[in-house]
């Protein structure tokens, strides 16, 4: 099967495409750039421009701090809900919340204040590069890099950029 390079082809397929009723609903200011970021929110849909304009302008200029008990709080797991009928999970077992950073941080932190006299956090070499606060051991080190001055062991259960999982 050979598949044309030709512009009018391509036209062609575009037009019977049925997704192509969807562009509409993206703010899309330069017709000729092909966006194609894997690692970015992507297009910006409309109805986002619009709900963030509302939440700006009525939850937060109009009702102030008595938008949080109007659906803020609960927010995190009300949106995880969703994203968890999306992948296969129960309602109950996801939640949205900040970046990895800022709730690696949050436990470092928690469990800071329950490890009196120890001081050091250890990851290794195969883990996110933001992860590694303190200390980064190769993997192959760790049996004779534990002690007990080790508070915290951060460990991934996939290793970052592979297919490479953890036993």
Not at 133 to 156: A, D, E, F, Q
């Amino acid at each position: 099967m050979t598949i044309s390079t030709d512009l009018a082809y391509a036209d062609r397929l575009d037009a019977q495409d049925v997704l192509g009723q969807f562009r509409k609903r993206f703010m899309i200011t330069d017709d000729e750039l092909i966006y194609m970021d894997g690692n970015s929110l992507g297009r910006l849909p409309v109805a986002s421009a619009k709900l963030a304009t509302q939440l700006v302008q009525q939850q937060w200029g109009t009702r102030l701090i008595r938008s949080w008990n109007e659906g803020w709080f609960t927010a995190p797991e009300r949106i995880g809900a969703k994203i968890a009928r999306l992948i296969g999970a129960h309602e109950d077992e996801v939640i949205v919340a900040e970046s990895t950073s800022i709730n690696l941080f949050k436990l470092v932190m928690a469990a800071l204040r329950f490890q009196a006299g120890r001081s050091h956090i250890m990851t290794d070499d195969l883990n996110f590069p933001r992860t590694s606060i303190s200390c980064r051991v190769p993997s192959k080190c760790w049996t004779s890099s534990i002690s007990l001055k080790w508070y915290l062991l951060l460990m991934g259960y996939m290793v970052l950029w592979t297919l490479f999982r953890r036993v």
